[in-house]
């Protein structure tokens, strides 16, 4: 799909829905299944763009791997179980298949590369691969972008302080270590999502953790499992929020992660004075999930900072645009990471919106929006960045006249079904 076009505003959102699984815990699954010994089955499993990169690169390094609607089976040959890829691995658009990977293919016995399209060969790699040469890693070139060339060596295990807050680093020092001599420790600036951490421990890897540090040590083999991924709750988020923002609306999201480092989005929302309830609270291997209720309701502005940033690093596009509906101003700050995305989100969203008619400036780490309560249809674009595409969406849903969001395509990198349920549950009024 090249542009997606709302022509009219004054939609209610109304009904039940089930979002994806979630794609941080897909990836996390393929590639513990895959190190795992035996079969491992995962309901819930995402298959998207991103996912189905780290699919295939396990596939290309000899692990079967079934995806078949809403699950997958993985026959995992172990630890050592990997075989050299005859190509290099292509991660596409995903940092979690380039990071994750990387971790994993330093500790192998042979060579192989890394690389990705044209977005993510522009973001930042040196993130892992200073800490992984410091394990004893040997990746040749400058390491700072892909393609990364990694020669696998016996790894040793360090005590890293992290200078940035990502899960996609402490995740790769996590699985690397699981290969190295001794302890492998991550101390990070603040705590952020912890998938990597409670799929290990499910798997029966222990995982020592405590404040913002935590530990591995090298495991011997662990057998396969059964997981149960919940719905995505980055991709909630969107109809979340065009539940919040459009008058006379109420959903039910179904079935969504609610683990506690990344639940910024829904703190900030209800900071903002959302209508926000969670019901059926459960937990399914180790993650905690629930059904989340949103209502419309008048939003104020608010001050985005802190440890709201990490756990709500995914949902700040979206927050902009529930932002320029709130009385008053909101102000991201702290939120650099962002420039590092699959776009500079802060530049595109600030863009973007302002087509739309929105009062929205970016400062160096951040956003500041006056809410308008309104916006005015025009042409904008998705710069190729799934998240922006379907926060636009969006932000479309209270615009007066037509929006086109140009290359809305992407929302197949995390939510191929994007568009479809957003036709069927905002219907107009
Ligand atoms: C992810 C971590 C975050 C997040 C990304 C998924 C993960 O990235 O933005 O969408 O699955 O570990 P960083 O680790 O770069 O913050």
Request: net charge negative.
């Amino acid at each position: 799909m090249a542009d997606f076009t709302l022509k009219e505003k004054s939609r209610a959102f109304k009904g039940e829905m089930t979002p994806p699984g979630d794609k941080s815990i897909s990836h996390r699954a393929i590639i513990l299944g895959s190190l795992g010994r035996g079969k491992t089955r995962a309901s819930g499993f995402l298959a998207s763009r991103d996912t189905l990169a780290t699919v295939d690169a396990f596939r290309s390094m000899g692990v079967e791997i079934n995806v078949t609607a809403g699950e997958v089976e993985i026959s995992g040959n172990g630890l050592s179980g990997l075989r050299e890829p005859r190509e290099a691995i292509d991660a596409e658009n995903s940092g979690t298949t380039a990071r994750l990977l990387a971790g994993v293919l330093s500790a192998q016995s042979f060579r192989s590369t890394i690389t990705g399209d044209s977005s993510l060969r522009r973001r930042p790699m040196s993130r892992v691969t200073v800490p992984l040469r410091m394990m004893g890693a040997g990746i040749s070139g400058e390491g700072e972008t892909l393609p990364l060339h990694i020669t696998g060596s016996e790894l040793r295990g360090i005590d890293y302080e992290s200078p940035v807050a990502s899960a996609q680093v402490k995740s790769s020092l996590l699985l690397a270590g699981l290969y190295a001599a001794g302890r492998t420790s991550v101390t990070e600036p603040e705590r952020t999502r912890d998938h990597t951490e409670r799929m290990l421990r499910h798997f029966g890897v222990p995982v020592e953790a405590s404040g913002t540090r935590v530990s591995v040590s090298p495991a011997g083999e662990f057998p396969g499992t059964e997981l149960e991924i919940p719905s995505d709750i980055s991709s909630a988020a969107f109809f979340i929020v065009a539940a919040l923002v459009n008058p006379g609306s109420e959903i039910i999201v179904k079935n969504v992660g609610l683990n506690p480092l990344r639940m910024g989005v829904l703190d900030i929302l209800r900071e903002m004075g959302a209508d926000i309830s969670v019901e059926n609270r459960r937990e399914h291997c180790g993650e905690p999930v629930g059904d989340v209720i949103a209502r419309h309701c008048a939003l104020r502005g608010v001050r985005v900072e802190g440890d709201a940033v990490s756990r709500a690093i995914d949902e700040l596009p979206v927050i902009s645009v529930a932002a320029c509906f709130a009385e008053g101003e909101t102000v991201i700050s702290g939120a650099g990471e962002l420039r590092v995305k699959e776009t500079d989100r802060i530049s595109a969203m600030s863009g973007e919106l302002s087509k739309l008619g929105a009062d929205i400036r970016e400062t160096r780490d951040g956003m500041v929006i006056n809410g308008t309560g309104e916006l005015c249809g025009a042409r904008c674009e998705s710069r190729g960045d799934h998240r922006i595409a379907m926060s636009l969406a969006v932000a479309a849903t209270q615009a007066r006249g037509e929006t086109v969001i140009g290359d809305a395509g992407c929302v197949s990198i995390s939510f191929p079904e994007f568009f479809p349920l957003f036709e069927a549950l905002g219907k107009p009024k």
